[in-house]
C-alpha cells in the first residue's frame, strides 16, 4: 500500500528495519519515566509483518508515531500499539494513522476492525470516537500469582452436560487483542492441550511470554469457580509465574475469579467499527 501525504514532508508508510531505533525512543517516554512499554518486545515481529502490518507517520524521514494492524481472521482485524511521539502530539497523527490502517485491512478483504483501551485512557477514548468506532463491549484484566496456588480441584467427573457454545459474534482474548470466537476455536485449544472442561464448562488457555492466559470462561457457575482454579493450576504446572485473565464481566465470572485468589484490574472498552 503506498504511502499518504500529510503534508509538506509528512508520509504515512509501512515501517522498516530502519525506523526501531526511532519507535523504540518515543514508545519509552509514552508512559512517563521509569515506565515499559511492550512494543520494544514485540516490534521486530511488527515490522517484519508476521500477521499484520506496522505503518508510521515518517516527519522529514524519521518515525514519530505508530499502529499496528494485525489480522485476526479472514475478516477481522485489530488495531494495536497507537503511539505518537510527546513531542508531535495533537497534529492528529493518530487519526490519519488509524485511517491508513483500516484502509490497509480493507485492501487485505477484513471487514472489520476492533480495538480496546483502558476506561481510564481519556484521549485514546476520544480519538477513537472521532475515527468512528462504536463501543461494543468491555473485558476486565484479572490476574493470580501462582506462587500459592490453590488446592488442586477435585478430578472431574465425567458428564453428560455438553460444552457451552459460543453466541453469534460473541469475541474472546487472544492476548491483549479479541476477535470473534468460533467453534473451531474450541476445538483448536482442545486438541492443542490448552482447554479445561467441567461439568458442562470450559476454560480456553494460552501460553503467553510470562504467564498462561484464560481467554475465555464459560457454563455453569459452579463450573466456572472450579474451572478458575484448574487455569491457575495449569499455569502452576506450566512453570508460569502467574495466570491472567481477560474476561467479559457478568457476576458469575467474578466470583469464580475471586474465590480463585485472582485480583481484578483494569476494565478495557471494546471498540469497532467496518472497514469500508
Same mark, same amino acid.
Given at each position: 500500500?503506498?504511502?499518504?501525504?500529510?503534508?509538506?514532508?509528512?508520509?504515512?508508510?509501512?515501517?522498516?528495519?530502519?525506523?526501531?531505533?526511532? !519507535?523504540?525512543?518515543?514508545?519509552?517516554?509514552?508512559?512517563?519515566?521509569?515506565?515499559?512499554? &511492550?512494543?520494544?518486545?514485540? !516490534?521486530?515481529?511488527?515490522?517484519?509483518?508476521?500477521?499484520?502490518? $506496522?505503518?508510521?507517520?515518517?516527519?522529514?524521514?524519521?518515525?514519530?508515531?505508530?499502529?499496528?494492524?494485525?489480522?485476526?481472521?479472514?475478516?477481522?482485524?485489530? $488495531?494495536?500499539?497507537?503511539?505518537?511521539?510527546?513531542?508531535?502530539?495533537?497534529?492528529?497523527?493518530?487519526?490519519?494513522?488509524? @485511517? &491508513?490502517?483500516?484502509?490497509?485491512?480493507?485492501?487485505?478483504?477484513? +471487514?472489520?476492525?476492533?480495538? !480496546?483501551?483502558?476506561?481510564?485512557?481519556?484521549?485514546?477514548?476520544? *480519538?477513537?470516537?472521532?475515527?468512528?468506532?462504536?463501543?461494543?463491549? +468491555?473485558?476486565?484484566?484479572?490476574?493470580?500469582?501462582?506462587?500459592?496456588?490453590?488446592?488442586?480441584?477435585?478430578?472431574?467427573?465425567?458428564?453428560?452436560?455438553?460444552?457451552?457454545?459460543?453466541?453469534?459474534?460473541? $469475541?474472546?482474548?487472544?492476548?491483549?487483542?479479541?476477535?470473534?470466537?468460533?467453534?473451531?476455536?474450541?476445538?483448536?485449544?482442545?486438541?492443542?492441550?490448552? *482447554?479445561?472442561?467441567?461439568?458442562?464448562?470450559?476454560?480456553?488457555?494460552?501460553?503467553? @511470554?510470562?504467564?498462561?492466559?484464560?481467554?475465555?470462561?464459560?457454563?455453569?457457575?459452579?463450573?466456572?469457580?472450579?474451572?478458575?482454579?484448574?487455569?491457575?493450576?495449569?499455569?502452576?504446572?506450566?512453570? +508460569?509465574?502467574?495466570?491472567?485473565?481477560?474476561?467479559?464481566?457478568?457476576?458469575?465470572?467474578?466470583?469464580?475469579?475471586?474465590?480463585?485468589?485472582?485480583?481484578?484490574?483494569?476494565?478495557? $472498552?471494546? &471498540?469497532?467499527?467496518?472497514?469500508?
Amino acid at each position: 500500500m503506498s504511502g499518504n501525504s500529510l503534508g509538506p514532508a509528512r508520509v504515512i508508510r509501512l515501517a522498516t528495519a530502519e525506523d526501531r531505533a526511532a !519507535i523504540v525512543e518515543f514508545c519509552r517516554a509514552t508512559w512517563g519515566p521509569g515506565t515499559e512499554d &511492550y512494543i520494544e518486545r514485540v !516490534i521486530d515481529r511488527w515490522i517484519a509483518g508476521v500477521d499484520g502490518a $506496522l505503518a508510521v507517520v515518517d516527519l522529514g524521514g524519521r518515525a514519530v508515531a505508530c499502529c499496528y494492524v494485525r489480522f485476526m481472521s479472514p475478516r477481522e482485524a485489530f $488495531l494495536a500499539g497507537m503511539r505518537v511521539d510527546p513531542a508531535h502530539r495533537r497534529a492528529g497523527f493518530s487519526l490519519a494513522l488509524t @485511517e &491508513y490502517c483500516l484502509r490497509h485491512a480493507a485492501s487485505h478483504r477484513r +471487514s472489520v476492525a476492533r480495538t !480496546i483501551i483502558g476506561w481510564n485512557n481519556s484521549p485514546a477514548l476520544g *480519538a477513537i470516537a472521532r475515527a468512528g468506532f462504536n463501543r461494543v463491549g +468491555s473485558m476486565t484484566l484479572w490476574e493470580r500469582s501462582t506462587e500459592d496456588p490453590p488446592a488442586p480441584p477435585d478430578v472431574a467427573a465425567e458428564s453428560a452436560q455438553p460444552s457451552p457454545h459460543p453466541s453469534p459474534g460473541e $469475541l474472546w482474548a487472544v492476548g491483549w487483542a479479541v476477535r470473534e470466537l468460533t467453534d473451531e476455536d474450541i476445538r483448536e485449544r482442545t486438541e492443542s492441550g490448552w *482447554a479445561v472442561r467441567r461439568d458442562g464448562g470450559v476454560a480456553l488457555l494460552r501460553p503467553g @511470554e510470562d504467564h498462561v492466559w484464560l481467554g475465555w470462561l464459560a457454563g455453569p457457575a459452579a463450573a466456572r469457580a472450579w474451572l478458575a482454579r484448574a487455569a491457575v493450576r495449569v499455569a502452576t504446572n506450566a512453570g +508460569s509465574p502467574r495466570c491472567r485473565a481477560l474476561l467479559a464481566g457478568d457476576a458469575a465470572t467474578a466470583q469464580a475469579l475471586e474465590a480463585a485468589g485472582f485480583t481484578r484490574g483494569l476494565e478495557y $472498552l471494546i &471498540y469497532e467499527r467496518s472497514t469500508r
